[in-house]
């Protein structure tokens, strides 16, 4: 089999594969702290893990028009997903509350490693089904967004997309540079998906760091 395929209409890339797994099983662990913070019982921190982990990519596929989508058809996903909130829940349980003592610009650090495997996967499938660049730079970065979206609701607070200016905008801009070092200089897509990868998680990185903020009109 060639490095990506179509299939029964399906994209098949071993390496967008990878990624999309890894930034399942990191925000998942990232959204079972974010329950573990919330004082959600054990179901509860299960299902936000599910849910944050692969809502993003489920709302992906079904803009590409691939059914079913890659997270309800590989058990690995939901696999890496209870994995991770059990981890979190065996540590909380060991450790006597890991959410007490993990500070939160510490979860917010590795939810930006989320933010950037989830851009860049969004990138590469629309790359793989050969998308014109405007597309592919807004799934990439309405799929990033719709992790933390979906996350933040189901917390019962304001999506932090709509008011944390530098979230959406790293992986607008990651998405954008992705783009362009394949579309104009050529890269290949792993390469421009490190790159890329790189670049959103050190902006948004920096933004928590420096506190960086868009103006706001109040």
């Known amino acids: 089999m060639k490095f990506t395929d179509h299939i029964d209409g399906r994209v098949r890339d071993r390496a967008l594969t990878a990624v999309d797994l890894a930034a399942t099983f990191v925000l998942a662990t990232e959204c079972a702290l974010t329950g573990v913070r919330a004082d959600f019982d054990?179901?509860?921190?299960?299902?936000?893990?599910?849910?944050?982990?692969?809502?993003?990519?489920?709302?992906?596929?079904l803009?590409?028009?691939?059914?079913?989508?890659?997270?309800?058809?590989?058990?690995?996903?939901a696999a890496l997903a209870v994995a991770a909130a059990t981890a979190v829940l065996a540590a909380s349980v060991t450790l006597g509350g890991v959410g007490t003592f993990t500070p939160p610009i510490a979860v917010d650090i590795f939810e930006a490693v989320g933010l950037a495997l989830a851009a860049v996967a969004g990138a590469r499938k629309s790359v793989d089904y050969r998308m014109n660049g405007s597309s592919i730079v807004v799934i990439a970065t309405v799929i990033a967004c719709g992790v933390g979206i979906l996350r933040d609701i189901l917390c019962a607070r304001v999506p932090r997309v709509l008011h944390e200016d530098?979230?959406?905008?790293a992986a607008l801009a990651g998405a954008t540079l992705m783009v362009l070092l394949?579309?104009?200089?050529?890269?290949?897509?792993?390469?421009?998906?490190?790159?890329?990868?790189?670049?959103?998680?050190?902006?948004?990185?920096?933004?928590?760091l420096g506190e960086w903020r868009l103006p706001h009109l109040r």
Request: proline share 5%; no cysteine; hydrophobic share 55%.
């Open 42 to 61: 054990l179901f509860g921190i299960l299902v936000l893990a599910f849910v944050g982990s692969v809502g993003g990519g489920v709302m992906r596929d």
């Open 63 to 77: 803009l590409l028009g691939e059914h079913p989508p890659a997270p309800l058809r590989d058990w690995r996903y």
């Open 182 to 208: 394949i579309a104009r200089f050529r890269l290949r897509k792993d390469i421009a998906g490190a790159i890329a990868g790189v670049s959103i998680f050190a902006l948004r990185t920096a933004a928590l």
């Open 166 to 169: 530098f979230y959406a905008t």
